[in-house]
């Protein structure tokens, strides 16, 4: 079984930082494309940020300049480092990746983990 654990939402001012981890365990043959989601209230969810098993990154315009995902492929993790907080940034923030089990690829989903920038 196959799980993705998130960490290190949370409460912050506007200006600050939050660094997001997002760990992959279980029967794992290979991870793809790792990403950062996220949902605010009354909202759709949308894409942050995303990166891909060779190192390749695509985010969000409104993150872009402020926001860095990375990945560490011997842990089976993937980071955002959110700067410049807004309030707009309040949302739930999802991890997702791609994972191979066996011999089918899979999307995965995170529990979530709040953030909240208080203005």
């Known amino acids: 079984q196959v799980q993705l654990v998130e960490s290190g939402g949370g409460l912050v001012q506007a200006g600050g930082s939050l660094r997001l981890s997002c760990a992959a365990s279980g029967s794992i043959f290979s991870i793809g494309t790792m990403g950062w989601y996220r949902q605010a209230p009354g909202k759709q969810r949308e894409l942050v940020a995303a990166i891909t098993s060779g190192g390749s990154t695509n985010y969000a315009d409104s993150v872009k300049g402020r926001f860095t995902i990375s990945r560490d492929n011997a842990k089976k993790t993937v980071y955002l480092q959110m700067n410049s907080l807004k309030p707009e940034d309040t949302a739930v923030y999802y991890c997702?990746?791609?994972?191979?089990?066996?011999?089918?690829?899979?999307?995965?989903w995170g529990q979530g983990t709040q953030v909240t920038v208080s203005s």
């Open positions: 997702y990746a791609e994972i191979r089990v066996l011999t089918h690829v899979y999307p995965y």
